[in-house]
């Protein structure tokens, strides 16, 4: 018997996801300068053809890419069950000191200084953050008709992107622990 290959639609899904995890790696690693189509296309096992194919431009490639992982997050965030306010908090600052995160920052540099990524960055970023605060209510189980949750749960996420801005130089896992007691010590205090 021969061997089995996969339906084509399988395997261009599989070439997809290969594609959009190598971009989030080399936007991470190499930052927006160093990660271009061919070095994604290398780093997935694909030809710069390919990736063309699924993706026609580098911006289509990249945004595609954080939008994917942002996704994945979203659905793993989903996933938590129930914790301590202090192991929610600290998964919530996990979501910005990994890859993702620093794959997201590189592409917010360059949609700073390049108006066609611009937009598309922006109205990616703005989804992604109401899915985050959305999740995050659930997940603190706070209630937002109350003064001043809205603003606290918000205050959190802003505080956790910080933590992670501030752990790009520099290991900051010691402060960053105390820093999430602290913080939901302060939800315990705001959310009741």
Not at 101 to 116: C, G, H, K, P, T
Request: proline letters at 3%; glycine letters at 6%.
């Amino acid at each position: 018997m021969g061997v089995v290959t996969p339906p084509k639609q399988d395997r261009s899904r599989a070439t997809r996801q290969r594609l959009l995890e190598a971009a989030v790696s080399c936007l991470a690693e190499r930052g927006w300068a160093g990660s271009t189509v061919a070095v994604v296309a290398e780093r997935a096992g694909v030809s710069r053809g390919a990736a063309q194919h699924h993706f026609p431009t580098r911006e289509d490639l990249f945004t595609a890419a954080v939008e994917y992982v942002a996704e994945e997050r979203s659905q793993a965030l989903r996933e938590l069950a129930t914790q301590d306010r202090t192991a929610l908090v600290a998964a919530l600052v996990d979501l910005y000191t990994g890859p993702l995160f620093r794959a997201a920052l590189q592409l917010w540099v360059a949609a700073s200084n390049e108006e066609q990524l611009r937009s598309r960055v922006t109205e990616l970023e703005a989804r992604v953050g109401r899915e985050t605060h959305r999740i995050a209510v659930q997940l603190l189980d706070a209630d937002e008709s109350r003064p001043g949750v809205r603003e606290t749960v918000q205050g959190l996420l802003d505080m956790a992107r910080g933590l992670g801005l501030a752990n790009l130089l520099t290991d900051d896992t010691a402060r960053r622990r105390r820093v999430v007691a602290q913080w939901a010590a302060l939800l315990d205090e705001a959310l009741g």
